[in-house]
Every structure is written in C-alpha cells, then in structure tokens.
C-alpha cells in the first residue's frame, strides 16, 4: 500500500495521504507527498492540486517513532517549501485534526478548506519543542501575531469555527470537503497569481508586535526554566524582524537545539509518561464497566469536601455523609466557601456555583450510601475505624456498588477483608486539595475485580484526574517515597544542616517548597502521632511536637510564622534545639553543599522506587515519575525522580547509596537489587520502562 494516492478529475490532483491511524508524517508520507506533488506539477492536464486525507483525522503530526533518530530524507521544512513555490495552488482539505507538522503543512498551502469537526493545533510547546516546520512564521502571517503566539505556547488546538473566525482557514460551503477543495483550487488557479503565506506581511505591524512582546514577556515570567518557551519568544521576533528565510533558520536552529536539551527530552518523557500511565498491563480494553450515577462520600473533612466537589462539578449527584449534624454543617459550610472564592476569583459563574452546590446533598448516617454505584471513604486514617465503616457498607451499599477508600498509607487489602465482596474494593488516593490536584493513584487490591479497575480509571478521567494504577503497600508510590525523603530530611539535620539549607536547595532544584516548609504547612503533629503509634522515631521534629510546634497552623514549627504569615522565617530558637539534639546524638555536625544536600534527600527516594518497581507497585518507572510530578511538585523539566536518576547516572547512585548506608548503618539506604543490577549493566530505567 502506498502512503499517497494522486487521482485527477476536472483539471485537479488529488493527493490522498493515507497512513493509518493518524496520518502521520513518517518518511513514507512526505517521500509519497513530494513525488505525487512533482508527478503533478509536471501533468499539463493538472491546474491546481488538493492534499486530501483518509480517516477522521487529516495529519496528527511528526511520526513519534522518528524523533530522536537520524533525519530521513525529504525533510518536511523542505517538502513544505516546495508546496508553497508550487507554480499550480495547493489547497489543504482538512476534516479532521490538524496537529504540528499537519497544521505546518496546511499553513505552507495556498488554502485551507475546514468542516465543522476540524481541529488545528501546534502542541509541540507539550514536548519540549517548538513548531520546526515554519510554523512560527507562517502561523503569525495568516492570524494575529500575538493570537498566533498564544496558540503556540499553550499548544491547545482550536475549532474549526474558531479557526475560520481567525482567518486561518475558510469553511467548506456545502457537504463535501473535497469537492469544495478543488472548487477553491480552480478558482485559484484562475485568480492568477498566487499569494503565498511565506509573503504575507499585513499582520506583522507594529501594534502587533507591541502585544506579542506583552505575552512574551509574561510567558518567559511565568515558566523561567522551560527551555522551549525563550526558544518560542525569539521565533516569533524574527518574524517580525527578519527575512522569511532568515527567521525560518532562527526557528529550526531554536528546534534543534531543544531536541538535544535535557530539559526539553524530560518535557517529551513526561508526555510520554502520562499517556503510558493510561495503559495498566494486564487489564483488558474490552472490560464492561459499570454505571456510575451516583456517588456518595464518607466524611465531610478536609478530603471527603473535596471529593464530593470532584463529582458535583461534572454533574454526578454525590451524598456526603458524616457522623454527627455539626460536622457535616461544617464540612458543607466549608465546600459552600470554596466554591464562593471561586465565584470571587471570576474562575466560576454564580449560576454554576449554585447548580453543583444543589447536587450534593448531606446527610448523617451510613444508611444514606445505600443508593450510591460508588462510595468513597475519606474518614479518619485509623484501621479500627475504616474497617468498622466498611463492613457497616457491607450491610447497605448495593449489590456491584464499588467501595472506595482514600487512605494514604493503610493496608487496602484489610479494609477490603471487612466486607464480604473484597472484589468490589478499591484505593481511590486523592490528594489535598483534592478538587485541585490532577493526581489520583488508583490502588489495586489482591481481589479487586477488573471492571471495578476499569470503571475506576473511567470516572477518574471523566472528572479530570490522571489516574495511576499502583498496588497495595505502606503509603503506595507517592508516600511511600516521601517517608524516605523526609527520613533523609530529618538525617541531614542531625548531621549539621538547618531547615532553610535543606528548603533552599530543593526549592533551587526546582520545587517549589522545600520539604521542612512542606510539612510546617501539612502540620507535624500527624506524623508524630502516627510515629508514637509505631515506636519509630523523629529526634528533631518530635521534640518541635513536644513543644506544641505542629507547623503552620500554630504559627511555628520548624520555623516562625508571625501573624498568620504562610512564609517562614528562620528561627533560632529551632536552630539551637537542632545543635543539641545533634549533640546528644553524638553527631559530628558538617556543612552540606546544595548538591550533597539533593543527593542526600533524593537518591534514597530514587531507590525506594526501584524497590516499588521490584516488587510491582508500579507497573514502570515512568509511573512513579507522573505520581511525583502532579502530586508532589516535581519539576516537569526533570521529568521526575527515574528519569532524572537516569541523567546522573544509576552507577553514581547506586555507589553513593552504599556510601551513605555503610556511613548510618541504615539498611534501608542500601541500593536496592533492582538498582544494581541496572548500574552494573549500564542500563537505565528509561530502558526499562520501554521493555515493560
Ligand atoms: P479529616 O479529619 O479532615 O476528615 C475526616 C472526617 O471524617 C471528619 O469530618 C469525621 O467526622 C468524618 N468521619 C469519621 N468517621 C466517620 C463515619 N463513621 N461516618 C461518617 N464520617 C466520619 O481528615 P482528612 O484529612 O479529610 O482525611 C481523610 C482521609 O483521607 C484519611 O484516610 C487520610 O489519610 C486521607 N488523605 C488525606 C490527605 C490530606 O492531605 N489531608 C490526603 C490524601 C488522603
């Protein structure tokens, strides 16, 4: 089969791109294109030319599987020029997505003819990139700069409707695309000459430009570390200051850079990596799912309003249960007061505020689950009490409703041993705010059936989550490798450095708080108390608890925060209290540089999550990277704790794990087999994860 298919009627090429299942530009398509294009420029019996595709969508794009790798002739910026100088008018028929190098070869057309489901977008700002196919310059001839330049930089396609509006492309009058197609393409062919995009200048004046240097300047303000968007910024300026041919050189030279930054391959593992975390290994497609139109929620707290909100804001009636009337006024009054803030910000229409308020409904009493599909429980994390929940479930939720629990760290398996229909159990992990944060990590337990799994990562994309699916163990993916860091946290003090010194180089690395501010803000009193509850110990953070210091919300923890402040400042008094428990410890105290500080705090996170992949908590690496990039704030550009243990290098860190456990006698710091067996053969998770 041929990628592209050339039929002529009525003086008109048709040129049908037909490469499964998105059409995308791999080798085949472009040599195809070019040599159909060259085969009709050279009939005296074609007059004009139209590019056609089969299938719903016109061209997704680059062919992913090329990137990367040595460039296969004819490159697209080549193909696109020889279109665009094409003596005979090329029209681009699109009835579908046009997407990165499918809208870039559109643009290098003489027109665009559009139904109403098209899309045209240029996502490749999602990959770390920059449109490389002349994109940046002929987008901003055709439609307004600044407008052109926001496209881009959010990466989102628009509309058909849309697209007509902004002059980027003209509708089909009458049903058939591609009968309105050559219809444009004759009456190109006899408007003599041809205006081609690459001479447009008409956008580019000065008062366009004034306000595309405003979005420049804010885009570079609000993401300083992404490389692709300085990249983006001087694309466009040469726009407006340079030849065509000039500025197309400035954007393929902005273009190749960023294939070989580290920051930009990071971005491109993490759009890789959360379209992955859709896919769970041995779950099939073809699993029936079940309805879900009604949900309740168990505990009207911190989560469970959250929660309730999740649903209530697309639509699905939610119950929200509590113990006692004053917790669920409270809870209630608390949900009323988000969406009002909302409504203040102007991000939420009164109207709307109203209509999700009035579909949840609160209520005392488990009886009131009884209706629900889905349950989901976010009541205290205490076994005793979950477990006394679940089987009260049990008793009233109906047969095949899923019950869900949100514990962060409690054993799903034994809530699930509480009903008699363990099947139907399953960790729902949202985070705080949970109405906020995309993350959810799904947790399968031992008996979870698969349409409870499948129906779970369903509703969780249709309210928005990202969903990924882990298994049961102490605090799952997420938890489980911040108790390693903030074991190593508290070890770093003992050994001679200060709170800020710790939040300094992590918030240097690229979080945006450091994990000691992080925890004056959850409060210190919960992981005192859960430490009491299992004997371990927290020398510096449990002496702050003793002195009434749980963070924030008294106004000190590990630092001060005077008058309500939610910044810290350094305060000396913890500082005195660290160089004495230090003291007492026996500990030499030294100084750390920011480097030695990260290694300290990340490379222990790093081997936990070889050991979450040994025993098939996660299904690959490139999982535990989604879990800490949406739920922890790990910086996109370091595209997570795998992929960024993957560029120090695993021997680095498999050796200074040895270093630091031989120094503590902590075992739980000796690299874990996974990690070593890496190192030793040179390979990375990166690696693995394709394998996986
Ligand atoms: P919270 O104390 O704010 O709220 C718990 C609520 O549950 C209380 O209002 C309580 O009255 C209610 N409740 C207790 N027993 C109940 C019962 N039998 N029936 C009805 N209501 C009952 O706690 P939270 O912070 O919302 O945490 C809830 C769960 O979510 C815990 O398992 C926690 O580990 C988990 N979680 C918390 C966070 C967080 O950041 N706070 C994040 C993720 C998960």
């Not at 719903?56 to 002739?73: N, S």
Request: a neutral charge; glycine letters at 10%.
């Amino acid at each position: 089969m041929t990628a592209v298919r050339i039929d002529r009627s009525d003086g008109v090429a048709v040129l049908t791109i037909a490469n499964p299942p998105v059409n995308a530009l791999a080798a085949a398509v472009r040599a195809g294109l070019d040599a159909a294009l060259a085969e009709a420029q050279d009939d005296a019996d074609v007059r004009a030319i139209v590019i056609a595709a089969e299938g719903r969508v016109f061209i997704a794009g680059a062919d992913i599987a090329e990137l990367g790798k040595p460039p296969l002739p004819p490159a697209l910026p080549d193909l696109l020029r020889r279109i665009e100088g094409s003596g005979k008018p090329v029209v681009a028929a699109i009835g579908g997505a046009a997407l990165g190098g499918g809208l870039e070869l559109a643009l290098a057309c003489h027109a665009r003819i559009v139904t109403p489901v098209a899309t045209l977008g240029l996502p490749e700002i999602k990959l770390g990139l920059i449109p490389g196919a002349g994109g940046t310059q002929r987008l901003p001839r055709l439609i307004d700069p600044a407008a052109a330049f926001a496209m881009m930089r959010d990466g989102e396609p628009i509309t058909a409707a849309d697209a007509i509006a902004r002059g980027l492309a003209d509708a089909a009058d009458g049903p058939n695309l591609l009968a309105a197609a050559c219809a444009r393409a004759l009456e190109l062919a006899n408007g003599g000459r041809l205006l081609r995009t690459r001479d447009r200048t008409d956008r580019l004046t000065s008062e366009a430009r004034a306000a595309f240097e405003r979005e420049a300047a804010d885009a570079l303000r609000r993401s300083p570390e992404l490389p692709n968007v300085p990249a983006l910024v001087a694309a466009v300026r040469a726009a407006f200051e340079r030849s065509f041919d000039e500025a197309l050189a400035v954007e393929r030279e902005g273009f190749l850079a960023l294939i070989d930054d580290p920051r930009s391959r990071a971005l491109r593992h993490v759009f890789f990596a959360e379209r992955a975390a859709a896919r769970v290994p041995d779950l099939s497609r073809d699993v029936p799912r079940r309805p879900v139109q009604r949900v309740a929620v168990v505990g009207a707290g911190t989560m469970g309003g959250g929660i309730a909100a999740c649903f209530a804001n697309v639509g699905i009636p939610v119950t929200l249960i509590e113990q006692e009337e004053e917790a669920l006024k409270r809870g209630l009054d608390r949900l009323r007061a988000t969406y009002d803030q909302s409504v203040k910000r102007g991000s939420l229409a009164p109207a709307d505020r109203d209509r999700r308020l009035a579909l949840i409904e609160g209520k005392v009493g488990l009886d009131h689950a009884g209706d629900a599909d889905l349950i989901v429980e976010a009541a205290f994390e205490d076994m005793a009490v979950k477990a006394a929940i679940f089987a009260t479930l049990d008793r009233v939720a109906k047969p095949g409703a899923i019950l869900a629990t949100n514990t962060s760290y409690l054993d799903v398996d034994a809530i699930a041993a509480a009903t008699a229909r363990p099947q139907d159990v399953i960790g729902l992990h949202f985070f705080s705010p949970a109405n906020v944060m995309r993350l959810l990590e799904v947790v399968r337990g031992a008996a979870t059936a698969p349409d409870v799994l499948a129906t779970s990562l369903d509703l969780a994309r249709r309210i928005g989550k990202l969903p990924v699916t882990v298994g049961v163990c102490f605090g799952f993916v997420g938890n489980r490798m911040l108790a390693r860091r903030t074991a190593a946290a508290e070890r770093l003090l003992l050994a001679g450095a200060l709170p800020h010194e710790v939040d300094a180089a992590v918030t240097d690395f690229g979080f945006r708080m450091g994990p000691f501010a992080m925890m004056d803000m959850a409060g210190l009193d919960i992981g005192w108390r859960s430490r009491k509850a299992t004997g371990a110990k927290a020398p510096v953070a449990d002496a702050l608890c003793e002195l009434g210091r749980f963070g924030q919300k008294t106004g000190a923890g590990f630092y001060r925060y005077a008058d309500g402040a939610r910044v810290g400042s350094r305060d000396p008094e913890v500082e005195a209290l660290i160089e004495g428990v230090s003291a007492k410890a026996g500990a030499v105290r030294q100084s750390f540089t920011a480097e030695a500080i990260i290694a300290r705090l990340f490379y222990p996170m790093v081997n936990e999550g070889a050991r979450i992949l040994e025993e098939r908590i996660a299904a690959r690496p490139g999982d535990i990277d989604v879990v800490w990039l949406n739920g922890y704030g790990w910086p996109a550009w370091r595209g997570g704790p795998m992929h960024w243990a993957d560029g120090v290098g695993l021997a680095h860190v498999a050796a200074m794990l040895d270093g630091f456990a031989r120094e503590t006698g902590d075992e739980t710091l000796r690299p874990a087999p996974l990690l070593l067996r890496l190192a030793a053969a040179g390979e990375s998770f990166e690696a693995l994860g394709k394998a996986a």
